[in-house]
C-alpha cells in the first residue's frame, strides 16, 4: 500500500510537471524575433488610400465580384469626432483594381433603416455564403452580432430581425461543408488591471443562422491571457489565422500594433510571432520612393486569391494631423502563406 502511494504521488507530479511544460511550449511564439508576414508587406500606392471628405471612415473589408473590387466600410460624419463611430452607417466603394482607386458607389445601410441596430452599424466585414453575399456587423446598442443578406452586391440588402450570434467584435469564417467558426472579442466580469479586459471566445455552428454555440470554455482562447480587439479570420495551412490588434500592449509592448495567432483545433491558440506585423511606430514605404507616418493602424482585414495566398492587409488609419478625419489604406502582401507547425 505504501509503495502504491508512492507510485501515484510519482505520477501525479509527472503529470502535473507535462501539464505545466505543455502549457509553457504553447504559449511561446512560433517564432521569436522574427515576422514573415512583416517582412511580407510591400509598399502601398497612392491609389489606395481611400478618404472622404467630411467623413471619418472605419473598418474596411473588400469582396471581388465579376471583375470589380467592392469595398465596404463603417462611416460617420467627421464633425462628430472619433466618438461618432457609435452612430456609424454602412458604405460600399469600387474598384476596377484591388489597391484601387476606389469611388463611393452608395450608402448601404443606415441605423434608421435597422430594426434593432437602431443607434449604430459597425465593423462590418462582406462574404459570400453560397449564393448570397453576407455583410456582418457590430449591432449598437446591443453589441451583438447582425445579419444583412443580398442577392446581388448592389443590394438590396435585408436585415435579420434579430441577432445572430452573441458577440462583439465578429470575424467569422463560413466552411465548406457549411458549418461555421466565429471569433469575437468579450469582457469578463473580473479584470486583471483596473481597466476592462478584452479576450477573445470562439463559436461554431452547424450551419450559417446557427444556432452559435461555444468554442472550449468561456475564458479567454489567447495563451498568456493576451488581449485583443478587431479580429480577421482566415484558414490557411491546416489552421486557423486570426489577426487583430495587441489591447493593452501585453504581447509587443505598443498598444494597439498589429499581431497574429494562429490554431490547429480552435481551441487552443498560439503566438506567430512576439513581434508586431505592422504598428503606428512604423513608416510605410510609398510605391515610388518616400514614406508615410501615421498615429495609428487598427481594424486589420486580409484579402485572399482563389489560392489562399494573403494580397493584402486592409487597416483603418489615424492620419498624423489628428484634426484629419481618419480613412482607409489596402497594403499589398507578397502572396503570404503561414508555415509555421
Given at each position: 500500500m505504501k509503495n502504491y502511494s508512492i507510485l501515484l504521488i510519482l505520477v501525479c507530479i509527472t503529470t502535473f510537471?507535462?501539464?505545466?511544460?505543455?502549457?509553457?511550449?504553447?504559449?511561446?511564439?512560433?517564432?521569436?524575433?522574427?515576422?514573415?508576414?512583416s517582412k511580407a508587406l510591400k509598399p502601398l500606392p497612392k491609389e489606395a488610400i481611400f478618404k472622404m471628405e467630411g467623413y471619418f471612415l472605419w473598418d474596411p473589408s473588400v469582396i471581388k465580384v465579376?471583375?470589380?473590387?467592392h469595398l465596404f466600410a463603417s462611416?460617420?460624419?467627421?464633425?462628430?469626432?472619433?466618438?461618432?463611430?457609435?452612430?456609424s452607417h454602412i458604405i460600399r466603394a469600387t474598384s476596377s483594381s484591388l489597391f484601387g482607386?476606389?469611388?463611393?458607389?452608395?450608402?448601404?445601410?443606415?441605423?434608421?433603416?435597422?430594426?434593432?441596430?437602431t443607434q449604430g452599424m459597425h465593423n462590418p466585414k462582406i462574404t459570400k455564403v453560397d449564393k448570397k453575399f453576407l455583410l456582418y456587423h457590430l449591432a449598437i446598442p446591443q453589441w451583438k452580432t447582425g445579419f444583412l443578406f443580398a442577392d446581388n452586391i448592389e443590394g438590396p440588402w435585408i436585415p435579420v430581425d434579430k441577432p445572430v450570434i452573441n458577440t462583439n467584435n465578429p470575424a467569422l469564417l463560413y466552411k465548406t461543408d457549411g458549418k461555421v467558426y466565429v471569433v469575437g472579442k468579450f469582457k469578463p466580469k473580473e479584470v486583471n488591471d483596473g481597466r476592462w479586459d478584452a479576450y477573445m471566445q470562439a463559436f461554431k455552428a452547424d450551419n450559417i443562422m446557427g444556432t452559435y454555440t461555444l468554442?472550449?470554455?468561456?475564458?479567454?482562447?489567447?495563451?498568456?491571457?493576451?488581449?485583443?480587439?478587431?479580429?480577421?479570420?482566415?484558414?490557411a495551412n491546416n489552421q486557423y489565422n486570426v489577426i487583430c490588434t495587441d489591447w493593452d500592449a501585453k504581447v509587443t509592448g505598443i498598444n494597439k500594433s498589429i499581431?497574429?495567432?494562429?490554431?490547429?483545433?480552435?481551441?487552443d491558440y498560439k503566438l506567430y510571432s512576439n513581434l508586431p506585423v505592422w504598428s503606428h511606430?512604423?513608416?510605410i514605404p510609398l510605391v515610388g520612393g518616400g514614406t508615410m507616418q501615421v498615429r495609428g493602424v487598427e481594424r486589420p482585414q486580409v484579402y485572399?486569391?482563389?489560392?489562399?495566398?494573403?494580397?493584402?492587409?486592409?487597416?483603418?488609419?489615424?492620419?498624423?494631423?489628428?484634426?484629419?478625419?481618419t480613412y482607409v489604406i489596402i497594403r499589398p502582401v507578397d502572396n503570404f502563406v503561414p508555415d509555421n507547425k
Open positions: 510537471t507535462y501539464s505545466q511544460t505543455e502549457v509553457q511550449k504553447n504559449s511561446e511564439p512560433s517564432f521569436k524575433n522574427e515576422n514573415n508576414l465579376g471583375k470589380t473590387y462611416r460617420w460624419p467627421a464633425a462628430e469626432g472619433m466618438i461618432g463611430w457609435k452612430k482607386p476606389y469611388k463611393f458607389a452608395q450608402i448601404v445601410f443606415e441605423p434608421k433603416n435597422h430594426p434593432f441596430a468554442v472550449g470554455d468561456s475564458g479567454n482562447r489567447l495563451p498568456n491571457n493576451y488581449e485583443l480587439e478587431d479580429p480577421t479570420i482566415w484558414w499581431v497574429y495567432y494562429t490554431s490547429k483545433d480552435g481551441i511606430h512604423d513608416s485572399l486569391d482563389s489560392k489562399n495566398k494573403l494580397k493584402a492587409l486592409l487597416v483603418s488609419v489615424y492620419p498624423k494631423d489628428p484634426n484629419e478625419a
